[in-house]
T-cell receptor, first 110, second 116 residues
Framework: KQEVTQIPAALSVPEGENLVLNCSFT??????LQWFRQDPGKGLTSLLL?????REQTSGRLNASLDKSSGRSTLYIAASQPGDSATYLC?????????FGAGTTVTVRA | GAVVSQHPSRVICKSGTSVKIECRSL??????MFWYRQFPKQSLMLMAT?????????EQGVEKDKFLINHASLTLSTLTVTSAHPEDSSFYIC????????????FGPGTRLTVL
């Protein structure tokens, strides 16, 4: 059974600092990996999707890397802003299903 | 495009009653829909997968008689929590994909269920 772990569980940084969020998974036979953002009491917003054959994806200030063999992904958010405050979830797809981590809750202080 | 809605967004009910949550794909046909639940500060846990016109496939540990899922059309799936109890209080999120394969899952905004 796929297990997805996200470290740290929570993170607080001053505005402007770069964020590094980590995700690990136990079974490397994944089809893809996604990073989502979730605001309190809300649904999920997809940020980046990395196919298993890819090493990274970039969108604006966001960059996600994938090392499938070691079962790791990292989400980098450059020059953080208070609006980046949210919970970030990592999910891997295998067997046509998504398995989620518990998330990293980020607070960016103005 | 690819918008998924859920209704209601919040529901409060008394213990022992049944609650129905709707999930709709607004601008695409969803062959497959998924239902998740999320407890505070925990990850989303997949409850079941439903394919249009077929019976839902439930994950291990999810009671199919308690959580009834119907996917009668390509744009609508419903989750009915029968005889709800306080421990069923949770955040329920649905997602939809166009096919049964590897298409992206599009997520709804979630439904907060509180059972008194």
């Amino acid at each position: 059974k796929q297990e997805v772990t996200q470290i740290p569980a929570a993170l607080s940084v001053p505005e402007g600092e770069n964020l590094v969020l980590n995700c690990s998974f136990t079974d490397s036979a994944i089809y893809n990996l996604q990073w989502f953002r979730q605001d309190p009491g809300k649904g999920l917003t997809s940020l980046l999707l990395i196919q298993s054959s890819q090493r990274e994806q970039t969108s604006g200030r966001l960059n996600a890397s994938l090392d499938k063999s070691s079962g790791r992904s990292t989400l980098y958010i450059a020059a953080s802003q208070p609006g980046d405050s949210a919970t970030y979830l990592c999910a891997v797809e295998d067997d046509y299903k998504l398995s989620f981590g518990a998330g990293t809750t980020v607070t960016v202080r103005a | 495009g690819a918008v998924v809605s859920q209704h209601p967004s919040r529901v409060i009910c008394k213990s022992g009653t049944s609650v129905k949550i709707e999930c709709r794909s607004l601008d695409f046909q969803a062959t497959t829909m998924f239902w998740y639940r999320q407890f505070p500060k925990q990850s989303l846990m997949l409850m079941a997968t439903s394919n249009e016109g077929s019976k839902a496939t439930y994950e291990q540990g999810v009671e199919k008689d308690k959580f009834l899922i119907n996917h009668a059309s390509l744009t609508l799936s419903t989750l009915t929590v029968t005889s709800a109890h306080p421990e069923d209080s949770s955040f329920y999120i649905c997602s939809a994909r166009r096919d049964r394969g590897r298409d992206t899952q599009y997520f709804g905004p979630g439904t907060r269920l509180t059972v008194l």
